[in-house]
T-cell receptor, first 113, second 112 residues
Framework: NAGVTQTPKFQVLKTGQSMTLQCAQD?????MSWYRQDPGMGLRLIHY???????DQGEVPNGYNVSRSTTEDFPLRLLSAAPSQTSVYFC????????????FGPGTRLTVT | KQEVTQIPAALSVPEGENLVLNCSFT??????LQWFRQDPGKGLTSLLL?????REQTSGRLNASLDKSSGRSTLYIAASQPGDSATYLC???????????FGTGTRLLVSP
């Protein structure tokens, strides 16, 4: 099993550009989520999905969009990048939900100039 | 509302020492608690998941305990090694189970 994979590992964007962060898992997990990690603020939930076709907002969803067309993939789209979105982004998955053991991807380090 | 805190923010110990990392939470109706390790520039690696019905969980040199009444979990690392140097995070599900609530971590440095 590859577990949870994320691409790219690093990305630099200019303000206003858009991009998609990719996340995939091969564990047949129903629950997938996106977090951002910022110094002094810990990890904060952006969006999550409890299964294909179902997504919901976390605590910091503004400026991000998600979709879940398959069980395996959960891409995160930045609509119009802003410097405040400079962060490290982690994708996670679990079998049954937010209370099950979470498996994290290696992260994407994003810088917006 | 579940809140999780970790003190101290950083810890430095010599190799071979046994050590304890602390994690406090506010909601005693905790469902479970998960300990993670994060190496610099890397993702989070799950170390131990301890259910609310358990008091302890062990994996190799690691032992995690959970005391719901006091709102505390501890991660005990036996015979520490330089390779244990990393940031250790604890996390618990929020009330609705949509997400994990994380502490800000303890950065551990084990010196040879």
């Amino acid at each position: 099993n590859a577990g949870v994979t994320q691409t790219p590992k690093f990305q630099v964007l200019k303000t206003g550009q858009s991009m998609t962060l990719q996340c995939a898992q091969d564990m047949n997990h129903e629950y997938m989520s996106w977090y951002r990690q910022d110094p002094g603020m810990g990890l904060r939930l952006i969006h999550y999905s409890v299964g294909a076709g179902i997504t919901d907002q976390g605590e910091v969803p503004n400026g991000y969009n998600v979709s879940r067309s398959t069980t395996e993939d959960f891409p995160l789209r930045l609509l119009s990048a802003a410097p405040s979105q400079t962060s490290v982004y982690f994708c996670a998955s679990s079998y049954g939900g937010g209370a099950d053991e979470q498996y994290f991807g290696p992260g994407t380090r994003l810088t917006v100039t | 509302k579940q809140e999780v805190t970790q003190i101290p923010a950083a810890l430095s110990v010599p190799e071979g020492e046994n050590l304890v990392l602390n994690c406090s939470f506010t909601d005693s109706a905790i469902y479970n608690l998960q300990w993670f390790r994060q190496d610099p520039g890397k993702g989070l690696t799950s170390l131990l998941l301890i259910q609310s019905s358990q008091r302890e969980q062990t994996s190799g040199r690691l032992n995690a305990s959970l005391d719901k009444s006091s709102g505390r979990s501890t991660l005990y690392i036996a015979a520490s090694q330089p390779g244990d140097s990393a940031t250790y995070l604890c996390a618990a599900p929020n009330t609705g189970f949509q997400k994990l609530v994380f502490g800000t971590g303890t950065r551990l440095l084990v010196s040879p």
